[in-house]
């Protein structure tokens, strides 16, 4: 039977669950109790059940308010007064099926309609930064830079800004074979709306796509679309088939990547980097400090992670290959671990960067699953600061490349997948850069 949670013990369970640390939302998190570097957690001073002040008004509204309680919604909307309460607006509550599709999203199986979206503070509303290759999302007609202004279309529509960003994403994921209806604004001054009916499906998602530049056949393109699961295994392949094709410089394409997994994004970066190099610096709030090194990881087999695994001999294996001779490609929505991908290749000085300044978000989120205390969902929050191997931290400023190119304005509006290369003025820069 299905387990509801009272909101007497959400305030409890945000304290203690299982712990993984990621920088978006593409996480998973498994059902033992142990923290993002695979120490168990000692749940014993866990509070007692003695009521509290929370107890008390949630009771009065049972008792006496006019209103039904539904307490899902109520889970919302505490966790969001919490985040916001304190300045985390990141904070989150996933119920049952949210928390599956998320786990699957971030192990490569997706149900949706296949984009990927940041929050525009700016319009209030939610930017799609990308639109994946062979997603029900990209047979429709939907283009990186729409902003969903509206969920539903026509009369049913509900303002995003009224909604809130999360509220909103939640309505617009969903299950396959239901519909997903949301009204974007785009064109010149965003002053065009189009409607969308989509029909939600199964797909596996590409993390990683490459090809060998159409105007320059000694440049490889690899776009790493997110940083998921999949993302590891997808990188070497593009790597080893571009080198077998005789590639001799690269192009690492991270503009639209909204970020990923922690445990993804230093497997790729342990490819290129020497064994002990800093590869990220943490920072809890009560200023504690840890470093994470380039070295030999090992999960489990059965472990979803271990996908994530490295081993010693694999560990710089591209490092010659790309140092001096590779350039990473940014735009504004290039955030989270994709700054993270950037800064250390420039911080080690393996790659130039070429586009415009990234997003800025130097703040790790955790997802809490609710399972280790026989709840359905998760919960989400900001438990860290995290810095680069080397530069400063880059949250709320973002990483300034060594050549800003703006994209073309005529390449504003059109869907990423569809530019050439020989139209792709960014690349074409870094090209010439890399080059030179």
Same mark, same amino acid.
């Given at each position: 039977m299905k387990?509801?949670?009272?909101?007497?013990?959400l305030a409890l369970?945000?304290?203690?669950?299982?712990?993984?640390?990621?920088?978006?939302?593409?996480?998973?998190?498994?059902?033992?109790?142990?923290?993002?570097?695979g120490n168990n957690?000692?749940?014993?001073?866990?509070?007692?059940?003695k009521?509290?002040?929370?107890?008390?008004?949630?009771n009065?509204f049972?008792t006496?308010s006019y209103?039904?309680?539904?307490e899902?919604?109520l889970?919302?909307?505490l966790?969001?007064?919490?985040?916001?309460?304190?300045?985390?607006?990141y904070?989150?509550?996933y119920?049952a099926e949210e928390?599956?599709?998320?786990?699957a999203?971030?192990?490569?199986e997706?149900?949706?309609i296949?984009?990927?979206?940041?929050?525009?503070?700016?319009y209030?509303?939610i930017e799609i930064?990308?639109?994946?290759?062979?997603s029900?999302?990209?047979?429709?007609g939907?283009?990186p830079g729409?902003?969903?202004?509206?969920?539903?279309?026509?009369e049913?529509?509900?303002?995003?800004?009224e909604?809130?960003?999360e509220?909103?994403?939640?309505?617009?994921?969903?299950?396959?074979?239901t519909?997903?209806?949301?009204?974007v604004?785009r064109?010149?001054?965003?002053a065009?709306?189009?409607?969308?009916?989509?029909?939600?499906?199964?797909?596996t998602?590409?993390?990683?796509?490459?090809?060998?530049?159409?105007?320059?056949?000694?440049?490889?393109?690899?776009k790493?679309i997110?940083?998921?699961?999949t993302?590891? $295994?997808?990188? @070497?392949?593009?790597? &080893?088939s571009? *080198?077998?094709d005789? %590639?001799?410089?690269f192009?690492?394409?991270v503009r639209y990547n909204?970020g990923?997994?922690?445990a993804s994004?230093?497997?790729?970066l342990?490819?290129m980097?020497n064994?002990?190099?800093?590869l990220?610096?943490?920072?809890?709030?009560a200023g504690t400090?840890v470093?994470t090194?380039?070295?030999?990881?090992?999960?489990?087999?059965?472990d979803?992670?271990?996908?994530?695994?490295?081993?010693?001999?694999?560990?710089a294996?591209y490092?010659e290959?790309?140092?001096g001779?590779s350039?990473?490609l940014?735009?504004?929505?290039t955030?989270s671990?994709?700054? $993270?991908?950037? @800064?250390a290749l420039? &911080?080690?000085e *393996?790659?130039?960067? %070429?586009g415009?300044t990234?997003y800025?978000?130097?703040?790790?989120?955790s997802?809490?699953?609710?399972?280790?205390y026989?709840?359905?969902g998760a919960v989400?929050?900001?438990?860290k600061?995290y810095f680069p191997?080397?530069?400063?931290?880059y949250?709320?400023?973002?990483?300034?490349p060594d050549?800003?190119v703006?994209l073309?304005?005529?390449?504003?509006n059109?869907?990423?997948?569809k530019?050439?290369?020989?139209?792709?003025?960014?690349?074409?820069?870094?090209?010439?850069?890399i080059?030179k």
């Open positions: 387990k509801r949670i009272s909101l007497s013990s369970i945000l304290l203690f669950a299982v712990l993984l640390t990621v920088m978006s939302s593409c996480v998973i998190v498994d059902s033992n109790l142990r923290d993002e570097y957690i000692d749940n014993s001073g866990i509070a007692s059940d009521p509290n002040k929370l107890d008390t008004i949630i009065l049972k006496y209103y039904e309680i539904d899902e919604v889970c919302d909307a966790v969001g007064g919490m985040g916001y309460a304190i300045g985390d607006r904070a989150d509550y119920d928390f599956a599709l998320m786990t999203e971030n192990q490569g997706t149900q949706g296949g984009v990927t979206v940041i929050e525009n503070a700016d209030k509303c930064i990308s639109v994946l290759p062979n029900p999302a990209i047979a429709a939907v283009e729409d902003l969903i202004v509206y969920i539903g279309t026509g049913n529509k509900e303002s995003v800004a909604l809130g960003y509220g909103a994403l939640k309505k617009l994921q969903g299950v396959k074979g519909v997903c209806e949301f009204t604004a064109g010149e001054g965003y065009e709306e189009v409607e969308f009916s989509i029909m939600r499906d199964v797909f998602s590409e993390s990683v796509t490459y090809h060998v530049c159409e105007t320059d056949a000694k440049v490889g393109i690899i790493i997110q940083f998921d699961l993302t590891p $295994l997808q990188f @070497c392949t593009a790597m &080893d571009l *080198i077998a005789g %590639v001799e410089y192009i690492f394409d909204p990923g997994d922690l994004i230093t497997a790729v342990s490819y980097l064994e002990n190099d800093i990220i610096k943490t920072r809890d709030r400090e470093v090194k380039v070295g030999p990881v090992q999960y489990k087999a059965n979803p992670y271990s996908s994530c695994n490295i081993e010693k001999a694999e560990i294996k490092r290959k790309v140092k001779k350039a990473v940014t735009n504004g929505s955030a671990a994709a700054e $993270l991908f950037t @800064c420039l &911080d080690y *393996i790659s130039e960067i %070429v415009t990234t800025g978000k130097g703040s790790m989120q997802i809490f699953a609710l399972a280790y026989g709840f359905d989400k929050m900001t438990t600061k191997p080397i530069s400063d931290g949250d709320g400023i973002g990483i300034k050549l800003e703006e073309d304005k005529a390449l504003e059109k869907n990423i997948y530019i050439t290369d020989a139209e792709d003025n960014q690349l074409q820069a870094a090209i010439a850069l080059g």
